[in-house]
């Protein structure tokens, strides 16, 4: 149960959002086009970011830019 212990885990990278067209989910009720968020875990296909919600959840990458 590792996850539990990434909201106090160390930022790894920012990134910012560039759209929240899903296909399936509605993640525009937690993700913000133009807003930078802290990623606080990643795999090949997922950032595990702090959403607009204040928790950590999971989204593509392709709906974010990293930023340098």
Do not use: P, R
Not at 10 to 19: A, D, Q, Y
Not at 37 to 52: A, I, L, P, S
């Amino acid at each position: 149960m590792i996850h539990t212990k990434w909201q106090k885990k160390e930022t790894l990278k920012k990134v910012k959002c560039i759209h929240t067209n899903a296909e399936k989910y509605m993640v525009k009720n937690v993700l913000t086009e133009g807003t930078v968020y802290d990623v606080k875990n990643e795999t090949e296909e997922f950032y595990f970011v702090v959403d607009n919600k204040g928790h950590i959840s999971g989204f593509y990458k392709d709906y974010f830019q990293e930023m340098n």
